[in-house]
């Protein structure tokens, strides 16, 4: 069985969640957040009204996604020391504090030997803004230059479920990678506690992973950090199949934190430009001390790692349901109850750099959600 971190969003979703289900079965010990979930709810949940009519927009998205891992580093080039944060596949929302945080340790590092104070950041998704951020709170200065801000940024685009998905492959990652990996998650986990309420959209959800059978899964450095875990066995659910699987996370709304962090920074005195960057030259022509290298995917180009490959995932919003607060995992899909509406995905295409919603693809999620949720008995 594959570790959480190491699985890919398909395979969870074809298990029907079993990942995610196993999480639930075996009793984590450890973290506890300073901000606990609330208690479990009762079991009458409402159903998601899913129909054509009631789809408010198709989005696609595409996830950086190295089968190595994430690339946290420094890389020097002539008299400019860049930064690099980017690769994060689909757990960049998960991740973002936690790998921002060890770029951070390397810039600190960066102003020590040179006397640096000033940093260019490069992108205005989630990782670059996190890392303005901690610049910031270290008492440095940043600007962020970037082609696309928010709402237009690969990050607005992700669903917000905290859960380190798609991140890396077991086969190709190196046991310092994994370190990394789980050292940037229980970072970002904990800062994001310090988060929750409306003003940043983040909020403690139960999840519902749905599956033919109680099985175990070992789910490897982040066990203890899936709450209030328990398996729910026939007539003990609402739902169709056989078990459903609980915990809690933590629910992040894209559409309200990313523009409360550009206020955060901007507020602080950071600056942004839109600006996209082309070449390397127009990087080390910049003027500031050293560069923090957040653009994702344009990295490929920017930088030259051919290793990393896009991944499209797609989205089908639904008019909002303010009375639906849980997540559904499995069925081939998933559902996450956002104020700016539900958010049905469970789509993976490897390779694929098209920015376009296939009608296939929005139809297929349509019909594995519906059947989930018309098999409700309520």
């Known amino acids: 069985m594959e570790e959480f971190g190491s699985m890919d969003r398909r395979s969870f979703l074809l298990r029907g969640g079993a990942a995610a289900a196993g999480l639930v079965l075996t009793a984590g010990c450890g973290v506890r957040p300073l901000r606990g979930p609330p208690s479990p709810a009762p079991l009458n949940l409402p159903p998601v009204k899913v129909a054509p009519d009631r789809v ?103 669903g917000g479920q905290w859960s380190p998905f798609s991140v890396y492959s077991s086969n190709a990652a190196s046991p310092s990678f994994e370190r990394q990996y789980e050292r940037a998650a229980r970072i970002s986990y904990r800062y994001f506690q310090d988060l929750t309420g409306s003003r940043y959209g983040i909020r ?10 109680p099985g175990r899964a070992r789910t490897g450095m982040l066990e203890d950090l899936f709450l209030d875990q328990e398996v729910l066995g026939p007539g003990e659910h609402p739902f169709s199949t056989p078990y459903a699987a609980r915990f809690t996370t933590m629910l992040v709304e894209p559409n309200v934190f990313l523009p409360a962090l550009m206020d955060d920074f901007l507020l602080r005195g950071g600056r942004i430009v839109p600006r996209e960057m082309r070449h390397l030259d127009e990087v080390l022509a910049l003027d500031a001390g050293a560069v923090m290298n957040c653009t994702g995917l344009g990295t490929r180009s920017l930088f030259g790692d051919d ?53 296939a693809v929005v139809d297929r999620i349509l019909d594995r959600n519906r059947a989930v949720f018309e098999g409700m008995q309520i």
């Open 56 to 158: 408010i927009r198709t989005v696609a998205g595409l996830r950086p996604y190295r089968s190595e891992g994430f690339v946290v580093r420094a890389q020097r080039f002539d008299e400019t020391t860049v930064i690099h944060n980017y690769g994060h596949g689909g757990g960049g929302i998960s991740l973002a504090w936690g790998s921002s945080e060890l770029a951070v340790e390397l810039a600190e590092e960066v102003a020590r030997s040179g006397d640096t104070r000033h940093f260019a950041v490069l992108g205005c998704g989630i990782m670059g803004l996190t890392t303005a951020r901690l610049l910031q709170d270290r008492g440095f200065r940043a600007t962020i230059y970037a082609r696309d801000l928010p709402p237009h940024t690969t990050s607005n685009v992700g």
């Open 204 to 213: 403690w959800i139960q999840n519902y992973s749905l599956r033919s059978s």
């Open 307 to 359: 290793d990393l490959v896009p991944i499209k995932g797609e989205l089908v919003v639904l008019l909002p349901q303010p009375e639906v607060n849980y997540i559904t995992l499995g069925g081939g899909g998933y559902m996450f109850p956002r104020s700016d509406g539900i958010v049905l995905g469970g789509s993976q295409e490897r390779g694929e750099w098209s920015l376009d919603p296939t009608p």
